[in-house]
T-cell receptor, first 110, second 113 residues
Framework: KNEVEQSPQNLTAQEGEFITINCSYSVGISALHWLQQHPGGGIVSLFMLSSGKKKHGRLIATINIQEKHSSLHITASHPRDSAVYICAVEGETSYDKVIFGPGTSLSVIP | DTAVSQTPKYLVTQMGNDKSIKCEQN?????MYWYKQDSKKFLKIMFSYNNKELIINETVPNRFSPKSPDKAHLNLHINSLELGDSAVYFC????????????FGDGTRLSIL
């Protein structure tokens, strides 16, 4: 069993739909990252969370430390949101290794 | 201005060769990383340097040797390349070690013939 899991693995949505991508982990963490990897391969860090909720534009990320679960929501999805979304967790000490989830491939159709 | 830049973007070479990938960041960050993304798209951390000192060294063959001449640069040298080294290698940097958001380079696609 992977220490970080994501669901769904693949997701196709119509433009305008509300999208949720889930991440669950089994280790103690100090922070969780959501990353976006574009079709060309470039990676962008979207959020870093240690508690609660963060919002940036149409993106919202939440984390529940007790349940070891995080969600990434995209409101009013757009074809340019098509990418792979990766959840990554940091261990509890400052320089523990980062563990990456397998990614969720999102396609938003016009 | 590119925040984290890696060169080259693509690298095609034969088995057994030695190659280097360079990474530079102009963000003034203290910590830099190398990640490997395999064919299944899994990202794995390989190394982390903080102010030129090695902090994280995951289980990586000795053929991989990172070198940090200063805190703005972290180069990755690979000796005796093998087929399994084919992957995309990402450099990243952050302030405050792993506690801060990471800025990634565009990746270097390494293909071994």
């Amino acid at each position: 069993k992977n220490e970080v899991e994501q669901s769904p693995q693949n997701l196709t949505a119509q433009e305008g739909e509300f999208i949720t991508i889930n991440c669950s982990y089994s280790v103690g963490i100090s922070a969780l990252h959501w990353l976006q990897q574009h079709p060309g391969g470039g990676i962008v860090s979207l959020f870093m969370l240690s508690s609660g909720k963060k919002k940036h534009g149409r993106l919202i990320a939440t984390i529940n430390i007790q349940e070891k679960h995080s969600s990434l929501h995209i409101t009013a999805s757009h074809p340019r949101d098509s990418a792979v979304y990766i959840c990554a967790v940091e261990g509890e000490t400052s320089y523990d290794k980062v563990i990456f989830g397998p990614g969720t491939s999102l396609s938003v159709i016009p | 201005d590119t925040a984290v830049s890696q060169t080259p973007k693509y690298l095609v070479t034969q088995m057994g060769n030695d190659k280097s990938i360079k990474c530079e960041q102009n963000l003034g960050h203290d910590t830099m990383y190398w990640y490997k993304q395999d064919s299944k798209k899994f990202l794995k951390i390989m190394f982390s340097y903080n102010n030129k000192e090695l902090i994280i060294n995951e289980t990586v063959p000795n053929r991989f040797s990172p070198k940090s001449p200063d805190k703005a640069h972290l180069n990755l040298h690979i000796n005796s390349l093998e087929l399994g080294d084919s992957a995309v290698y990402f450099c990243a940097s952050s302030q405050d070690g792993l506690a801060g958001p990471q800025h990634f380079g565009d990746g270097t696609r390494l293909s071994i013939l």
